[in-house]
């Protein structure tokens, strides 16, 4: 069964650190999102990005967060400056018709 | 009020009791409805979409009130493997493109005893 690819499985950085968190989404998929879970509470939606642009953002993601597909197989969510509250589960995922989600990169900010 | 509301439980019940879920939200412009099942740290994963006749997958039923955003989700003879969070979620089309933003519960924690 194909599968979303998240890496690393867990990052650890310093408050301030820029961090890439990497995804490869299934091959024949065109939609690609990101999604966070702070410990203990709900998932939340972050950004979904269509033929090479984002289709919406959550209040969220804002100018600290950037998303891009640099070569046409990974999806990347980049986080310029991170804080203490940035530490949380970032799941990504694709669809075609239904979604798939990645197994997840705990981000520990400390 | 929440977007989509859940009774975070938890719920601890016996191997082979059955039990229900609830879920309430609030966007009466969702379109799309759907149980997910999430263990401890890792990815939610479909258990099934929910439709408005109501459906049925094995020992679990989920059904649709669209008139009072309501779903449910019913599990009949619980296994220990059905020890879980189960989230409710809701989607809304997203821009021209149709595509979705999902709108997850808090999700209901379930214990399945031996």
């Known amino acids: 069964e194909p599968e979303v690819t998240q890496t690393p499985s867990h990052q650890v950085t310093q408050m301030g650190q820029e961090v890439i968190l990497r995804c490869v989404p299934i091959s024949n998929h065109l939609y690609f999102y990101w999604y966070r879970q702070i410990l203990g509470q709900k998932v939340e939606f972050l950004v979904s990005?269509?033929?090479?642009?984002?289709?919406?953002k959550s209040e969220i993601f804002d100018d600290q967060f950037s998303v891009e597909r640099p070569d046409g197989s990974n999806f990347t969510l980049k986080i310029r400056s991170t804080k203490l509250e940035d530490s949380a589960m970032y799941f990504c995922?694709?669809?075609?018709?239904?979604?798939?989600f990645g197994s997840g990169t705990r981000l520990t900010v400390v | 009020r929440k977007e989509v509301e859940q009774d975070p439980g938890p719920f601890n019940v016996p191997e082979g009791a059955t039990v229900a879920f609830n879920c309430t939200y609030s966007n009466s412009a969702s379109q799309s409805f759907f149980w997910y099942r999430q263990d401890c740290r890792k990815e939610p994963k479909l258990l099934m979409s929910?439709?408005?006749s109501g459906n049925e997958d094995g020992r679990f039923t989920a059904q649709l009130n669209r008139a009072s955003q309501y779903i449910s989700l019913l599990i009949r003879d619980s296994k220990l493997s059905d020890s879980a969070t189960y989230l409710c979620v809701v989607n809304k089309k997203v821009g021209d493109t149709g595509r979705r933003a999902l709108t997850f519960g808090s999700g209901t924690r379930l214990q399945v005893q031996p």
């Open positions: 929910v439709y408005s």
């Open positions: 995922a694709s669809s075609y018709s239904g979604y798939t």
């Open positions: 990005f269509y033929n090479n642009e984002i289709s919406e």
